[in-house]
Each structure stands twice: as structure tokens, then as C-alpha cells.
């Protein structure tokens, strides 16, 4: 890997429908004060300033449905090599992890609400870095995610000290 | 950890324990077991507020109106208390504990057997009342246990840790240990003590506690309040500038001092002595610990030399390990740190905890960090520079101001500290330098590495950089800048590779990087 990254597996469509449900989230919590200091201007008669706190809304809105989880989908990404798991990922700050196989405490998987309903799952691999999840994978098929963690578990077993 | 425990036999194989069971749910009565502890850590978080909100609203209906949303909050968390104990459940199947919990947010962790650090049989109050205990599973992944069962009966909780254990096919600790002869490392004197204490925060961190404090004074105006009358004349002659410098001396000397004391306190009679391959250091005089180190746990030993350290020829060292063990006799800790190590010593110091240190600390000659790097440095430094200075010329106008003019000094500062940074890989060690007024130099062994990231910031990515960030267990060091490519070169380099065994490895042999207990 010395020139360049692997090939590397990306997420499937279905992710990018998460990401976007969970910036339509974002949006409402982050947008919904930003509208109501609109609300409050426009009450107040501030035209331009309600204006330009719904533009802020508005533009926030965009960033966090369309703009944010598009670039997410694109960065996410894992390959299992021979002796590690590589984990790209990172919109603003990009990031390559690459989690050895023997060091690989164990993997959990996790479906919020929003994850059930489409069929995704989050895959969390841990080490003893003790730092939470050294590597996490969102947006994978229930399946994927079940056979990756099948994968990882058994290389781990096998390579264990 | 728990030490309320009255165990049952826990230590204990059964020969006949299954290393297989299908799913199984915890006690029936597990719900009420947990809801009485999690009710009473309820009130105690709602007491306050409470009893504030009782003292402080004037109308009978106040009152009630607040405690609607908190009977709420209150409901919902014994709701999940119970739904959390019926979702519960687990098994042990293909040499591995899986456990799946949560209606709502459903998780499902797998821990392989072979990988189980701990296993703790706990009997808090309520437990013990109704006959029911607690099971915590650790991992070397982090201070909290990965897998916790509340509640199973005891002869549920013995079948689990029978076969976990079973399964693991866990060895017998090794036999005693022969006696060693004890070697005397490190020691400090009270004197050293003072001088590591008063070294120990910068002037920058006094200056701005000074600086707050003298805020806070002028924000109350209790001072110029009792100087208002003679303002003019004093502000006239200068002597309330004298007596503003005099008292900033006053602050930095009571800070210096008080550092002092409190580092001499803390380690007194400090001494670092070796046996063997086992590290004792003992220091406190109101609270006497005891710390022990096995050399083959150290995963990180960090030399902290900040620039007045350097002057006064000395500097410190920080010994990481794994993890945190109590015992009967002593209480062995995530870090050690030596307060004063002679410069000239330094390197010895270091030798005696990483053996594989190839030479003379100031003589390693370390590659530097990309040149572009500088540009992403003097960024930081403009930017974190002018929010300073933004905000002294806000609440100080217009003395405030001046901040701006240290710019050029904060640009020097990331010039020196660029020009000091450096990192180094051996066949065993990683070795990283930052910094010119805080120096430090970490020595990590490549062995202990848990993962590496290569990472790419906004600033680094303009100019192609990015830069190694690598995690042992129980802390992180990044590298310096370097080009991406480089970055992700490391990234192969520094990820440890295991031959993979001609023979079946026994499931047994536990990782010596991590703390081990056996089951």
C-alpha cells in the first residue's frame, strides 16, 4: 500500500439513505432554533435579519441533507486484508484506520431505529486501546455486517496469541 | 470494581462444565433487582434540583408544573431498567459469548472467549437480597466491563464462568517467582521535588490564571472601588502600576511555590527501584502508594522536558501500561511518573523500562517533519493567535490590543517547535519528539501498537500531508506531518504483522500486552 489505498468495498445506496435521514435529524434539531429566531425577527419586524437567519436555515439544511452525507457516502469504506482491517472514512478530517487482525478484541453490531427499518447495520471493531471503537463501519447491509463480523472474529481466532 | 462481592466459588472450574449453551435470559427477577439501585441514583441526581426548585417557587402550582417532566424522565428510566433486563440474553456457541439486549436499540456483542481479560461475580445490596449476583466479562478494551449480566442466580453465574472458562482452557498463574535482588532506579529528594512541582506549569498556563484572576478583580471592582478616591493621584504617580506588576509577581511566586508544595506532598520519598522484570515505585506522604510495573505491560514511556526543566538539567518521565489492577497489597495504576530524572541519567532511566532503546536520547538523529508542515503550523498558530488577541481586545480595550503584537512571537513558536519535532522507527520502537517549549519525546514499542490510523486534516490536505497516528492501549501518539503518501506508507509499516503459525496455536497462551487474570 505504499502508492496507493487498496480496493476498497463502499457502501451500499441504502447507506446514503441513512446518512440523509440522519441529516434531515440534524437539520431539524440545529435548524429548527435558527427558524425560530427567524420567527421571532420577523415578529419583531427585522426584516433583513429574519431573512438572513432563514437563508442561514436554509443553507445549514442543504449542507447537513445533501451536501454532508453524499461526501460521507463517498469516504466510507473497508477492506479486509490479509493481516489487518483497513476503515476509510471522514468528510472534513479523512482518515485510513487500519485495526491488525490479532488485536481485534471483538466487534460489535448495532441498529438504531432508522438502521432496522432500512436493513443496515453498524459494525464496531474494539482493540485494547481502550479508547471506545478503534474502527466503525456504518451503513452495511444486516448481512454484510453479520458475515463481516463472521470474518473478523474467526481471522481473530485464529490468529490470537 | 465492585467489593461488595461474596463470590460464589468463582475460581473453581467445573471438569464437567458445557463450553456450549443455547440462549438464555437473565433471572425473572433481574428487573427488580436492578430498579431499586437505579431509583436511588434517580433521587440522588433529582435531589438538588428539587429541593431547590421547593425552596425557591412562590406558588403552590409551581411546583407541581416542574415535576411533571421530571416524574416523566423518572418513569422512562425505570421503563428502560426493566426493558433492558427482559431484552437481555446470551449464549456461549463456537467459542464465543454473545449477548444481545435493547428493544429499541438493539446491540449484540461478541466476545471471544480466548480474549476475556476478567470475570467478576459481584452481589451488590439488592442482589443479595434476592439471592441474585451480578456478572461482569472483561476485555482488555477499556476500564468498563465489555459484558455485563445483571441479574443471574448464582448457579447460573457459575455455569457462565465455568464454561467461559472451559472454553478458554485457562492456565494455572505460574508458579512463585524466585527471589530477585532489588536495584534502586530513581530517587527524589524533596528538593527535586520542589523543583519538579514549581517546573510543572508553564508560564503561559500561570499567566493566564493571573490574568483571570486579575479580571475577575477588575470585573467586581472591589479593588478599584477602594482605590476610587485616590485613582487620580495614584494613576498619576504610577503607583498603581507598580502595585498591578508587583501583584502579578505575587501570583506567579504563590503558583510557582504552591506547585512545590503540592508535588512534594504528593510524591514524597519517591523512589523507583527494579527486581527483576517487575518496576516498585513508592512515593506519598499523606496518602503512601505503592505502584507495580511489569516490564513486559509498559507500552509507552513519554520524557517531558519543558524548557525550564531543561535549564534546571532534568526532566520527567511517564511510564503507561495496560490497565489498572487493585489488589490486597498494592494498587497497580495505568501510569507511573517519575518526577526528576538527571538529564545526564535520562537515557539509563529510560533503557532500564524500554531495553530496545537504541541510543543516547539527545543523539537519536530523528527525521523531520515535511517542510510544507510549516505552513500548517504558522495557519495554527495565526488562528489560534488572533482568537486570543480578539478576545484580550474585547475585555480589556484598549490594553487589550496589544495581544496583536504577539503574533510574530506565537509565529516563532510554531517556527521552533516545527524545527524540533522529529520521529524515528527501529526494528522495535517508535520514537516521536514534539515541541520546543514543551518537549517530549515518546518511546512506544512497535509490539504493543493496537492499531494506526493514517489521518488528513483540512490544512494537510491542501498541501498533500497527513500525518501516523498510532494507538497502544491506553493512550495515542501521532507523528509528525508527512507527505499522504508517506502517511499511508506507515500506516503498512507501523500495523504489526503476525507470521501465522505452522501449528494450531493452543487457545490459551493470553497476549503479555494486555493485564491478565485469569478466570
Not at chain 1, 453524499?70 to 473497508?78: D, I, M
Not at chain 1, 471506545?132 to 463472521?150: C, K, N, Q, S
Not at chain 2, 512463585?176 to 528538593?191: D, F, M
Request: aromatic letters at 6%; charged letters at 20%.
Amino acid at each position: 500500500m505504499s502508492e496507493a489505498l487498496p480496493p476498497i468495498e463502499r457502501l451500499t445506496p441504502g447507506a446514503l439513505t441513512l446518512f440523509r435521514l440522519e441529516g434531515l435529524i440534524r437539520a431539524g434539531l440545529y435548524g429548527l432554533p435558527v427558524a425560530g429566531l427567524a420567527l421571532a425577527m420577523l415578529v419583531a419586524e427585522h426584516l433583513l435579519w429574519a431573512l438572513l437567519a432563514l437563508c442561514l436555515a436554509v443553507v445549514l439544511a442543504l449542507l447537513l441533507c445533501l451536501w454532508y452525507p453524499s461526501r460521507a457516502w463517498r469516504s466510507w469504506g473497508y477492506a479486509v486484508r490479509e493481516h489487518d482491517l483497513l476503515i476509510t472514512g471522514g468528510v472534513l478530517i479523512h482518515q485510513v484506520v487500519s485495526i491488525p487482525a490479532g488485536r481485534i478484541q471483538h466487534v460489535d453490531i448495532q441498529q438504531g431505529p432508522i438502521e432496522r427499518a432500512l436493513g443496515l447495520a453498524r459494525v464496531r471493531v474494539y482493540t485494547a486501546s481502550g479508547g471506545g471503537a478503534d474502527g466503525v463501519i456504518p451503513g452495511l447491509a444486516l448481512e454484510t455486517a453479520d458475515a463481516l463480523r463472521e470474518r473478523l472474529v474467526r481471522r481473530e481466532a485464529e490468529d490470537v496469541v | 470494581m465492585s467489593s461488595e462481592a461474596t463470590p460464589p466459588s468463582s475460581d473453581t472450574p467445573r471438569p464437567s462444565a458445557p463450553t456450549e449453551f443455547p440462549w438464555q435470559r437473565l433471572h425473572p427477577a433481574s428487573a427488580l433487582a436492578n430498579l431499586l439501585p437505579v431509583t436511588l441514583r434517580l433521587l440522588r441526581g433529582m435531589a438538588v434540583p428539587l429541593v431547590t426548585l421547593a425552596l425557591v417557587s412562590r406558588k403552590d402550582g409551581e411546583l407541581a408544573r416542574l415535576l411533571v417532566p421530571a416524574s416523566v424522565f423518572f418513569i422512562l428510566s425505570l421503563a428502560f431498567t426493566v426493558l433492558h433486563a427482559l431484552s437481555t440474553r446470551y449464549r456461549l456457541a463456537g467459542g464465543r459469548l454473545e449477548i444481545v439486549s435493547g428493544f429499541v436499540f438493539r446491540r449484540t456483542r461478541t466476545i471471544d472467549v480466548t480474549h476475556v481479560q476478567n470475570t467478576e461475580v459481584v452481589q451488590p445490596f439488592t442482589h443479595r437480597l434476592l439471592g441474585l449476583v451480578q456478572v461482569k466479562i472483561e476485555t482488555a478494551s477499556g476500564l468498563k466491563s465489555e459484558g455485563e449480566l445483571s441479574a443471574l442466580s448464582p448457579e447460573k453465574a457459575q455455569e457462565l464462568i465455568s464454561a467461559l472458562q472451559t472454553a478458554r482452557g485457562a492456565a494455572a498463574p505460574t508458579a512463585e517467582a524466585a527471589p530477585v535482588t532489588e536495584e534502586l532506579i530513581v530517587q527524589n529528594s524533596p528538593r527535586d521535588l520542589v523543583r519538579y512541582g514549581a517546573t510543572a506549569t508553564g508560564l503561559g498556563v500561570g499567566a493566564v490564571l493571573v490574568g483571570l484572576a486579575l479580571d475577575e478583580v477588575e470585573a467586581s471592582r472591589v479593588v478599584f472601588r477602594v482605590l476610587e478616591r485616590r485613582w487620580e493621584a495614584w494613576a498619576g504617580s504610577g503607583v498603581l502600576w507598580v502595585g498591578v506588576v508587583v501583584g502579578v509577581l505575587v501570583a506567579l511566586t504563590l503558583l510557582l511555590v504552591g506547585n512545590g508544595v503540592v508535588a512534594a506532598v504528593r510524591y514524597h520519598g519517591f523512589r523507583l527501584a527494579k527486581a527483576g522484570e517487575r518496576f516498585q515505585a513508592s512515593f506519598g506522604l499523606l496518602t503512601r502508594r505503592q505502584v507495580g510495573l511489569n516490564l513486559h505491560r509498559i507500552q509507552l514511556v513519554t520524557v517531558d522536558e519543558p524548557l525550564p526543566r531543561r535549564w534546571l538539567r532534568f526532566g520527567s518521565v511517564e511510564v503507561e501500561t495496560a490497565g489498572l489492577r487493585t489488589g490486597e497489597a498494592n494498587v497497580e495504576q495505568a501510569e507511573v511518573v517519575v518526577p526528576v530524572v538527571a538529564a545526564e541519567r535520562m537515557s539509563t532511566v529510560v533503557r532500564e523500562l524500554v531495553p530496545e532503546l537504541p541510543g543516547e536520547l539527545s543523539e537519536l538523529t530523528l527525521n523531520p517533519p515535511h517542510p510544507r508542515a510549516l505552513w500548517r503550523a504558522r495557519v495554527r498558530a495565526v488562528v489560534s493567535g488572533s482568537l486570543v488577541a480578539l478576545l484580550l481586545t474585547g475585555l480589556l480595550w484598549p490594553w487589550g490590543a496589544l495581544a496583536w503584537g504577539l503574533l510574530p512571537l506565537e509565529l516563532w513558536r510554531a517556527w521552533l517547535d516545527h524545527r524540533h519535532q522529529g520521529w524515528l522507527l527501529t526494528e522495535h520502537l517508535v520514537i516521536v519528539r514534539t515541541g520546543f517549549w514543551r518537549r517530549r519525546t515518546s518511546v512506544l514499542r512497535r509490539g504493543r501498537i493496537q492499531s494506526v490510523s493514517a489521518v488528513q486534516g483540512p490544512l494537510e490536505r491542501r498541501h498533500g500531508l497527513g500525518h501516523a497516528q498510532v494507538a497502544v492501549a491506553g493512550a495515542n501518539v501521532s507523528l509528525p506531518s508527512v507527505a499522504w503518501e508517506e502517511a499511508l506508507r506507515l500506516l503498512d509499516v507501523l500495523s504489526p504483522r503476525r507470521p501465522r503459525p505452522s501449528t494450531p496455536p493452543v487457545p490459551v497462551a493470553p497476549s503479555d500486552d494486555v493485564p491478565q487474570t485469569t478466570l
